[in-house]
């Protein structure tokens, strides 16, 4: 049987700052693409998801992949787990990452590593790998008021090719309910992506 084939691979890496649901309706949306994403979850982000959401991701990694494979339908190797300190993984090197890294959403702690260049768990590994490769990488933090530190690590991040895309949604669209205004903020991902989306019509479309 052939291997099935995706058009895209996503790595999507969930750190623990508040604002979970945005990184789970990405991650759904990526798989309703076909996109193949391979995923990383923080220590912290599990906490974060088991708190502000009705999902309860399982202890062991093996059981979340099939948990999440089982919760957004998705295919057949479309989605991966990779643990904290798989080094062996592809993100972890610039022979093998994906063409694109999102972090959403991105803790304050998380930016200050990247920034600095800190490898010591793989998400990081994987934005280092992005930075130095010229690869696309979009941060999502989800963190106010904004202190110095946060602002110059931003502003650090931008000039190295680094997008940095707030977790701050807009209301020109009319949004009925909190769902309405996570998917402003998945939207403007996937457009950054270039991948299709309909959750959000573009400016001036009906």
Request: glycine share 6%; aromatic share 6%.
């Amino acid at each position: 049987m052939a291997e099935p084939t995706f058009p895209k691979t996503v790595t999507l890496a969930i750190t623990g700052a508040s604002g979970a649901q945005y990184g789970l309706r990405l991650l759904q949306c990526l798989l309703a693409a076909r996109v193949r994403v391979w995923l990383l979850i923080s220590d912290a982000a599990r906490i974060v998801i088991n708190t502000e959401t009705d999902i309860s991701l399982p202890e062991e990694e093996e059981r979340t992949e099939c948990f999440l494979n089982d919760l957004y339908n998705a295919e057949p190797e479309q989605l991966t787990l990779f643990s904290k300190r798989d080094w062996f993984s592809p993100v972890a090197s610039g022979t093998g990452a994906a063409s694109s890294l999102v972090i959403c959403p991105a803790s304050g702690g998380t930016l200050s590593a990247i920034a600095c260049g800190a490898s010591n768990n793989l998400i990081e590994r994987a934005a280092d790998v992005a930075l130095k490769e010229r690869r696309q990488l979009i941060i999502v933090p989800r963190e106010a008021p904004y202190s110095e530190v946060h602002l110059e690590n931003m502003l650090k991040l931008t000039r190295m090719g680094a997008v940095i895309l707030p977790a701050s949604p807009g209301f020109y669209q009319k949004p009925q309910s909190v769902e309405e205004l996570v998917d402003f903020v998945v939207a403007r991902i996937l457009s950054q992506l270039h991948i299709e989306q309909d959750l959000l019509p573009s400016w001036g479309g009906q």
